[in-house]
């Protein structure tokens, strides 16, 4: 005889997030209008998470289940455009994601899983060749791409909860497996100005060295689509009297990392 197989079905509620679906025309809009336009998009960010929170009220209603998780099975910026240039695979939009990522992050937010759309092609992929389906060609390293490197390479696994005294800066902070290395990631919204920050660790003490990655380029819409335009730059910099006082360039995100004596 066959044994009893039992089996349970999950549906967890999925969802499609892109970017304000706007396009900027075909001719160059220039500095003024093309900053405040990403600033609208970065801006937007809030928007994106008061509506994940609003869809958790709503499957709660609907289903009688409490803390529904999430699924994100597409997320990028919804930039179709090709001329000037395709601002999905624009520093601006890089900026966008990332900011997306530190919303999925948060546990409150619910969000089980999510897929940025999508790693490789020519059109909407974060890594750019043309002919690997045929197993030939280079690969071009977009925007997008640098993101997940400096979320990969420099951020912790454990979150931590920081405080955050500015309107400009998006930050999230975490903790490296042994719990030595404090990492903090944060994007400058700010499109035009340097935004200065203090950063004070609260109950530890830290080494005088402090490491930073930097991801940006020479504007917000620069892209890699003719050249390495964005890519990350490391630094360091020292910390006095156990603070760490940084400069954050415009239109920028920037890992930094902190160590535990």
Not at 90 to 97: V, W
Request: hydrophobic content about 35%.
């Amino acid at each position: 005889c066959s044994p009893r197989l039992s089996s349970r079905l999950l549906i967890e509620p999925t969802y499609h997030t892109y970017g304000p679906g706007q396009t900027l025309g075909k001719k160059d809009p220039g500095p003024e209008k093309l900053n405040g336009f990403f600033k609208d998009v970065l801006d937007n960010l809030e928007t994106v998470e008061s509506y994940y929170k609003e869809l958790g009220k709503k499957f709660e209603k609907a289903t009688g289940r409490k803390n529904i998780p999430i699924a994100i099975t597409e997320y990028n910026g919804a930039f179709i455009q090709l001329e000037p240039i395709p601002y999905r695979h624009s520093l601006g939009t890089a900026l966008f994601n990332a900011g997306l990522m530190q919303i999925f992050m948060r546990p409150e937010n619910n969000i089980l899983m999510a897929n940025y759309w999508q790693f490789v092609n020519s059109y909407w992929g974060m890594v750019r060749n043309d002919s690997f389906m045929d197993g030939a060609g280079s690969y071009t390293k977009r925007p997008n791409f640098y993101v997940f490197k400096l979320f990969k390479e420099h951020f912790g696994k454990t979150l931590l909860n920081p405080k955050v005294d500015s309107n400009s800066l998006s930050v999230s902070a975490s903790l490296s497996d042994d719990c030595r290395k404090i990492y903090l990631m944060v994007i400058n919204k700010d499109m035009k100005k340097d935004t200065g920050a203090r950063i004070v660790i609260k109950n530890s003490v830290l080494s005088k060295k402090a490491y930073l990655w930097t991801l940006n380029g020479p504007s917000v819409d620069s892209t890699n689509e003719t050249g390495e335009n964005v890519n990350i730059k490391a630094s360091e910099a020292r910390l006095k009297n156990g603070e760490l006082n940084i400069i954050f360039q415009p239109h920028s995100m920037t890992s930094i990392e902190l160590t535990r004596n």
